[in-house]
């Protein structure tokens, strides 16, 4: 059933029964069915459980550290000194603007979402040796705290991103939520507050640009529901809210860090990150320039609950980094590869290497920040001279960049299977 139901949302005849059909494949998977095969890799075709991640190609790179670990304030003796003692380093964003490379992350007193965290940045001229980092919004007064939430450059200015919330973490009740934004100003080299996008709002990445000239970006409130804001355009603080799926609307699913892909024919793709226990991706279509959007449904594509992001490149095809091996949870990033932005043909992973030793304060835990040990989480990427930049945290406290040749991604489409 679902597979007649994919063939059918690809007819350019059907595109108004999109919603329709999307509703149908949630339910025949919520009962059961099989689920929409959005990954079909050659050898294993859309079975995930037969796929044998040790044998696929392996891209590799240069890694640079943005933002090395460092002790939080309360942290214990050297001795003593744990992953738990170590700031928080989470959530980076990369852009390049004005000839540079800029990265903007959350910097916490501890893992994770503490009052007082806030939003740093740091640049750089190659993307791998960085600056020093500052802040971009300073430091907030207990009980409130920021979440670096993207760079976004809008009308020529570059702003950095920012959920302003009270007490620990943005989600639950009383938390006074708030999008808000800083512009990047070049000649002081520092950010100035820009103004409030949406009250009870958390995006996931930059707002992306529709055909209209507004914007759409995903919305989660303090209680996960999701919705996307389109507009941005005459204000930045105007919006219109479209509702996508509320928490318990889809059985089983409780759905965290939606991101949306433009696959350039007119529709639109949502991937959500799922916390209802599937380690799979659920997957939703808008045909109205996302006005409106059928349930999400639960697709074949792993994931171990963790954030993801996608791009479409200069040379046509769409990248989508995520952690696809749930067997070892966050300790591997992968990248697939997919030539109409709905259906992922090729899947490699990230060989991402052991970074440079930490800091001599916090050398007694160098081990668990080696390849293989460390998780690597919450990836973004940009495209630049040639060359894909992927920034990430390790184990949560450090923020690093690992960039690929163009050339050797693109090499994985001419690929007959797995090696």
């Excluded at 090395?68 to 989470?90: E, F, Q, S």
Aim: charge should be positive; aromatic fraction near 8%.
């Amino acid at each position: 059933m679902v597979v007649r139901l994919v063939a059918l949302l690809r007819l350019p005849k059907m595109k108004h029964l999109l919603p329709l059909l999307a509703v149908l494949l949630a339910g025949a998977c919520a009962s059961g069915a099989e689920p929409l095969p959005i990954l079909n890799l050659p050898g294993t075709g859309t079975d995930p459980a037969a796929i044998d991640y040790e044998a696929l190609p392996r891209l590799k790179g240069t890694l640079g550290v943005v933002n090395h670990a460092a002790p939080g304030p309360d942290a214990r003796t050297p001795d003593k000194i744990d992953v738990l003692d170590l700031r928080l380093n989470l959530h980076s964003y990369l852009a390049y603007h004005d000839g540079k490379f800029l990265c903007s992350w959350s910097d916490g007193p501890k893992v994770e979402d503490e009052p007082t965290q806030e939003i740093k940045f740091a640049t750089s001229a190659d993307g791998l040796t960085w600056s020093a980092a500052k802040s971009v919004t300073g430091t907030p007064a207990a009980p409130y705290a920021y979440i670096a939430r993207g760079l976004w450059l809008r009308d020529g200015e570059l702003l950095a991103l920012g959920a302003h919330y009270k007490g620990k973490g943005a989600f639950g009740a009383d938390k006074e939520l708030q999008l808000r934004a800083f512009a990047w100003d070049a000649a002081a080299g520092q950010w100035k507050f820009k103004g409030k996008l949406y009250d009870d709002a958390i995006n996931n990445f930059a707002p992306q640009p529709l055909p209209s000239g507004e914007w759409i970006v995903t919305r989660r409130d303090s209680r996960f529901n999701v919705t996307m804001m389109i507009g941005g355009r005459k204000a930045l603080d105007d919006w219109q809210i479209f509702p996508v799926v509320k928490v318990g609307e889809v059985e089983k699913f409780r759905p965290d860090e939606p991101i949306i892909l433009d696959p350039g024919d007119g529709t639109w793709q949502a991937l959500f990150r799922d916390n209802g226990g599937s380690s799979r991706l659920f997957h939703s279509t808008s045909t109205d320039q996302g006005r409106t959007w059928g349930a999400p449904a639960l697709t074949n594509f792993p994931n171990s609950s963790s954030k993801l992001y996608s791009m479409r490149t200069s040379r046509g095809f769409h990248v989508l980094v995520l952690n696809a091996n749930p067997k070892v949870a966050r300790r591997e990033l992968y990248l697939a590869l997919s030539e109409d932005g709905k259906t992922f043909t090729r899947l490699a992973r990230l060989d991402v290497p052991t970074p440079p030793p930490v800091s001599e304060a916090v050398s007694r835990i160098n081990q668990k920040f080696r390849a293989g040990i460390a998780s690597l989480q919450y990836p973004h990427v940009i495209e630049h001279d040639g060359h894909l930049f992927i920034a990430f945290s390790r184990l949560k406290t450090q923020i690093e960049v690992f960039r690929v040749p163009l050339d050797d991604v693109a090499a994985l489409l001419k690929q007959s299977g797995s090696k």
